[in-house]
């Protein structure tokens, strides 16, 4: 029982750690945050912070799996049961700007800052983030692949310049809430998502996860 006690804590402990690296990160980018700030924060030992994942880069690869784990929870698993193509691909939106609009770091979107902190750098965190990011991108590519192959969509779409547009709207949350105090960008971010794809935007941007998709 002492042992089985000993490893929940270490894992709670680790835990702690991430998601104030996670916070820190934010706002001031993942490269920056150090030990010591980690352990000011959380009131430990910098040997205690370090002894959890034995390197800085094992703790950053870490905080990039914290962070894609979050947005798997709060975009993705939420619609995962809808009907594949336009339906899903809909609600996905709602629930994507949804979330960049309010991710819980004090930052704003960490999956938007990890990516601009490492895109033009090599290393194993670029890696771990461009393979996140490719799984993320495919998600959105079935689904408008789908929809196009059931007529919900032209069938000259073109994929990855909707991938494109989508991202950058979502991209775009943070910067105008954070720098400019625009405080609709959560409706605006969806009727561009829904103009993209040329669907009619929901009334007032509702951003619902489960109202119903009228077929084009």
């Not at 959890?52 to 690869?61: A, I, M």
């Not at 902190?117 to 998600?139: N, T």
């Not at 998502?193 to 009619?200: D, E, T, W, Y």
């Amino acid at each position: 029982m002492a042992g089985r006690a000993s490893a929940q804590s270490a894992l709670e402990t680790r835990r702690s750690v991430l998601r104030a690296a996670a916070e820190l990160a934010s706002v001031e980018g993942l490269d920056s945050v150090t030990i010591g700030q980690l352990a000011d924060r959380l009131g430990m030992s910098k040997a205690g912070v370090i002894g959890q994942f034995r390197s800085k880069e094992r703790l950053q690869l870490e905080t990039v799996d914290l962070v894609m784990d979050d947005v798997r929870a709060r975009v993705w698993q939420p619609v995962s049961h809808l009907d594949a193509g336009l339906p899903r691909l809909l609600a996905l939106c709602a629930s994507w700007v949804r979330y960049a609009a309010n991710p819980g770091y004090p930052g704003g979107c960490l999956f938007t800052q990890v990516t601009y902190d490492y895109d033009g750098r090599s290393g194993a965190v670029h890696d771990r983030i461009a393979e996140g990011r490719a799984r993320w991108r495919e998600v959105l590519r079935r689904d408008i692949t789908t929809a196009v192959a059931a007529g919900d969509l032209p069938p000259g779409t073109d994929v990855a310049q909707v991938i494109y547009g989508l991202e950058s709207l979502a991209a775009g949350i943070t910067p105008a809430r954070l720098l400019h105090g625009d405080d609709q960008t959560e409706t605006w971010a969806l009727r561009g998502m829904h103009a993209i794809l040329g669907i009619p935007a929901p009334p007032d941007g509702d951003a619902r996860v489960t109202s119903p998709v009228e077929r084009p």
